[in-house]
């Protein structure tokens, strides 16, 4: 007992300030995937504790991340949003397999310049595909393909609202200024709640601007820890474990990296074995629960480290606090611009 306490006045800062930058991400990232900003936030919750109370790291912060974000929205094009749930426990059970026959271990062999191009190709992936948010383009057909996505956001460019870009490039602007400049509170935070504040004066006519929000495109947003779906077993096909596998080998790579990464940071070593197991454990409780498929996240863990975590009570803490704050302020985000929600996933 007296351990935990310890614990808790070491790394209650750094989890709470970890969970002010996962809700905004969270939320961004459900939509990335075709999801709701709702399963975003679930699956920082759930994926986030149970990966930190099982997990081989003492730094590794998992939720929703860009890594998975163009497969799952591809698949939720092709398959529909109320399978990435069946998704995340597939892929969980993949891992745990994984885990069961020590395959972790010829991740050792994967060039660097490998891990460094598929990053940066998913970096171009999330960035294209915020073009319709970042111009405020509405209504364009939606093709499985990305590209084909792409060329129809280009060819709509004349129709690109002035509004909703001028707020993308000012809120670009901003994070890149903060990260420079703005030491002891994250980017994502302040514009976040700056961008709710414009979308709400926007809702209530207080400010004249005609922009897209949470709210006109996906609804209210509730308040709420699970979301329990109906799992149809029977819909597996060969497309669903091709994804289920892909989304697996992704996770256990960005996983892996992201504490060795921390390792690097704290002269630390973490359980490859743990990690490996908490992982598939995480993605099978965040499908469950209503959630999508998740993984270790770079940033959140980085960020993490740079807030003086020392132990894994700090990622807890995260995701209890990220149920907290969800449960109070959720419903506030339905005003989130999505021009915001474009700058921060740029």
């Known amino acids: 007992m007296k351990d935990l306490v310890v614990r808790l006045k070491e790394n209650w800062k750094s989890g709470l300030t970890v969970s002010l930058v996962s809700l905004p991400l969270s939320i961004s990232l459900g939509i990335a995937a075709g999801a709701t900003p709702l399963m975003g936030v679930i699956t920082a919750i759930w994926a986030g504790l149970v990966a930190s109370l099982i997990g081989g790291s003492h730094y590794n912060v998992t939720g929703p991340t860009g890594a998975l974000s163009g497969i799952l929205a591809a698949f939720a094009l092709s398959y529909g949003m109320q399978t990435l749930p069946l998704l995340s426990i597939l892929a969980g ?28 190709g998913v970096a171009f992936i ?20 990305f590209i084909k996505n792409v060329f129809e956001s280009l060819k ?14 000012l809120g670009l602007a901003f994070l890149f200024f903060a990260l420079k400049k703005i030491k002891y509170v994250p980017g994502p935070i302040i ?3 700056a961008g709710i504040a414009v979308g709400y004066g926007a809702n209530k006519g207080l400010i004249p601007l005609d922009i897209q929000t949470l709210a006109t495109k996906l609804g209210n947003i509730p308040s709420a820890l699970a979301a329990f779906p109906i799992l149809s077993f029977h819909i597996i096909d060969r497309g669903i474990i091709v994804a289920a596998i892909t989304v697996a080998i992704v996770a256990i790579l960005e996983t892996l990296i992201s504490a060795k990464i921390a390792d690097g940071m704290t002269h630390t070593k973490y359980d490859q074995r743990k990690e490996m197991l908490g992982l598939g454990l995480a993605n099978i409780a965040s499908g469950v629960t209503g959630g999508i498929p998740a993984t270790a996240a770079l940033a959140r863990t980085a960020l993490n480290v740079k807030s003086a975590a020392t132990h894994r009570t700090s990622g807890i803490v995260n995701a209890i ?3 907290v704050i969800a449960l109070i302020l959720l419903p506030t985000f339905k005003y989130l611009p999505l021009a915001i929600v474009a700058s921060i996933l740029v």
């Not at 050792?108 to 490998?114: G, I, Q, T």
């Not at 999330?126 to 364009?140: E, T, V």
């Open 321 to 323: 606090a990220v149920a």
């Open 126 to 145: 999330i960035a294209l595909n915020q073009f319709n948010f970042a111009f405020g383009l509405q209504g364009l057909p939606v093709h499985s393909e």
């Open 156 to 169: 709509a460019l004349p129709q690109t609202n002035a509004a909703a870009f001028i707020i993308f490039a």
């Open 191 to 193: 514009l976040a709640l």
């Open 93 to 120: 059970v993949l891992i745990i397999i994984a885990f069961a026959f020590k395959l972790e271990r010829f991740i050792a062999f994967v060039p660097a310049s490998v891990v460094h191009g598929f990053t940066l």
